[in-house]
């Protein structure tokens, strides 16, 4: 019983961290493209290219935080079944 359980365990910490990791680059286009657009808007010129990668790295940390609970709450909603009595 331990090693199912441990197993699972595992599995669905792997499945998280392989699911995170696939949706960081979807999201992260999907924050920071507004974002340089808005401050195109606001500034009307084009952002040279380090101030895109400035946004680019500030968004990263919230582009973490909201894969990460995504993957984390939807392997709970997939694989909640497992853990249950």
Not at 2 to 30: D, I, N
Not at 62 to 67: H, K, N, T
């Amino acid at each position: 019983m331990f090693q199912v359980t441990r197993g699972l365990y595992l599995w669905y910490w792997l499945s998280t961290l392989v699911l995170a990791t696939l949706l960081f680059k979807p999201v992260e286009k999907l924050i920071v493209i507004p974002r340089i657009r808005k401050v195109e808007k606001k500034l009307n010129r084009e952002l040279t290219a380090e101030e895109r990668e400035g946004i680019k790295r500030k968004a990263i940390p919230l582009v973490a935080v909201i894969v990460m609970t995504f993957a984390f709450l939807f392997n709970k909603v997939v694989m909640g079944r497992f853990y249950t009595n």
